[in-house]
């Protein structure tokens, strides 16, 4: 099993950036891929950006190219979303998300273990 706590989610103003992280634990999984979603209220989980965990090959959600990166630390067994020049319309609910299998794949249902998520709320 699998266990994802994320963190470093708040308010912030137009602009600004923020880091979250999520600590992973449990069973140790070497051919993986970890993703950052989002969630607004009655709107249906997107991906943000996904990463392979052995490889570190990444793909991006079109409407954070250039302002978001994932990375991960693979011996604090941590992954992180650097977020910059954030907007308003970046406000949801994320969550740190992972899938056992090297392909990365932007639908939601692919993944199978999750976090509780962190809110990120953007002001303008």
Known sequence: QVQLVE???G???D???LRLSCAVSGRTFSDSVLG???QLPDKERECVACI???GGDTVYADSVKGRFTISRDKTKKTLYLQMNSLKPDDTAVYYC?????STIYFNPAK???WGQG????VSS
């Open 15 to 17: 602009g600004d950036s």
């Open 111 to 113: 993944y199978d273990h």
């Open 36 to 38: 950052w979603f989002r």
């Open 97 to 101: 998300a992972a899938r056992i299998g």
């Open 11 to 13: 308010l912030v103003q």
């Open 52 to 54: 392979r965990w052995i």
């Open 7 to 9: 963190s470093g989610g």
């Open 118 to 121: 962190t809110q990120v709320t």
